[in-house]
């Protein structure tokens, strides 16, 4: 049998796995406050057109004149930028390691869904996020042929009706959310043990019951407007 | 009992290794698991075949030592070590599949056998209290309080079978961690190292080359002394309390 010898090497705390999963944990719960945030704006959509729109500007010019227009909105979009990648450079690391970890397969073991859902949706959302700021922040594309022009896209309110009017466009944002409230149920529960909230059974249970409200309130808080579009309750 | 057994058959680390098909029959179900291998490697010996490897000493749950994935359970469909396994929690008649722990960082030494050296070698890095040796201090001279107690028993449960490991989707080594973690840290004994331990010893882990935790839960219900999650939670918050003392 080989010997157990060890080879001092340089330590830190900070070089650690569990500090990376720290990044992705103070990072993930950074997304969770502004899906929050973003979730409040968005159900303005009910309140009509000049309350959206009147939101919309708001914030732009909120912090004025301390701050210039659309300051507020860019910390935050730097903010986000820096969390979403601290939070995929963790996610990629560990997920590699963990291949690495374990070359060959088992021959009778199922991998847990939990783990492809946080991996694998995780991916899809950030191939979301990407068609959601191209659709409604950078190009504000309107996919509906029935509005087109300067008139629907540079109107928030109007981009966002025209938008959900269209059916494979609500797909892909029920489908988006689908993949939203898998990893949030993890991740917000996950957050929490990796910055040890839960040191007991109780505290346990709680932060998976945490977990789950959150979800379930950001996503039903996100679908209810694109819904009641395509459902035709908001004309 | 008749059954068919599809074991994991590797002559050296350098192998590449297969499953071989095996029959035994007449087996009582009042067997151990390890029991029902003796009885085919009995059967193999007289064949003059080489009999299959696996690791065992107490057989009687407290080592350590033995340790199976049985048809993708570690250890088993019960809650025990493989040797407290009976078969009477198999059917007449099934198909049971036999593997080693699967984790780059338990490199296979033959058959069903890992080199757990890692997990030696963890303990090594930090997972001690450095005390001076002499006489045995008075029992009541350092005080611990009653639930502390019990959650270091609790921990000390753990016993480093390396099934965590095994049915970790990560192949993460965070749940014995988190167990010598919480073992020593609820002891006053434990306090004057408490920093410099979670460094070093997370740092060996992820030098073994063990997987990082993604908070799945495999590793609890995989232990078969029941430890919980809350370990790694422990685990975790020493980590950030070193980070914020520089470490």
Sequence with gaps: MPTTTLSPRGTTARSTTIALKLLMAVTGLVFVGYLLLHMYGNLKALAGEEAFNTYAEHLRTFGEPMLPYGGLLWIVRIVLILSIIGHAYAAFRLWSRAGAARRTRYDAVKTAATSKWMRWGGVFLLVFIVWHLLHFTIVKISPNPDKQGIDITANPYQLVVASFQVWWMVLIYVAAMIALFMHLKHGVYSAQQTLGWTMTPKAHGRAKTIATATAALIVVGFLIPPLSIAFGLIP | ?247
Excluded at chain 2, 82 to 99: A, N, P, W
Aim: charged residues 20%; aromatic residues 6%; proline residues 6%.
């Design chain 2, 1 to 247: 009992m008749n059954l068919t057994l599809k074991i994991w058959r590797q002559s050296g680390p350098q192998d590449k290794g297969q499953f071989v098909t095996y029959r035994v029959s007449d087996i009582s179900p009042d067997m151990s698991f390890l029991e029902m291998l003796d009885v085919l490697n009995e059967e193999l010996n007289a064949k003059g075949e080489e009999p299959i490897a696996f690791d065992s000493d107490c057989r009687e749950g407290i080592c350590g030592m033995c340790g199976l994935m049985i048809s993708g359970h570690a250890h088993g469909p019960e809650k025990t070590t493989t040797c407290q396994l009976h078969m009477r929690s198999f059917k007449d008649g099934e198909t049971i599949t036999v593997e080693p722990w699967r984790a780059e960082a338990f490199p296979i030494v033959r058959d069903l056998v890992v080199d757990r050296g890692a997990f030696d070698r963890i303990i090594q890095s930090g997972g001690f209290i450095s005390a001076n040796t002499g006489s045995a201090p008075d029992a009541h001279a350092a005080p611990v309080p009653k639930t502390a107690a019990d959650r270091a028993f609790m921990a000390a449960e753990c016993i480093g079978c390396g099934a965590c490991v095994a049915a970790c989707p990560n192949a993460s080594g965070m749940l014995f961690m988190g167990a010598k973690i919480t073992h020593l840290g609820e002891l006053p004994q434990g306090q004057p190292e408490r920093d410099a331990r979670v460094v070093s010893m997370v740092n060996q882990h992820d030098h073994e080359g063990f997987g990082g935790c993604t908070n799945i839960g495999e590793c609890s219900q995989a232990c078969p002394k029941g430890i919980p999650q809350d370990v790694i939670s422990q685990l975790n918050k020493d980590l950030r309390t070193a980070l914020k003392h520089g470490r």
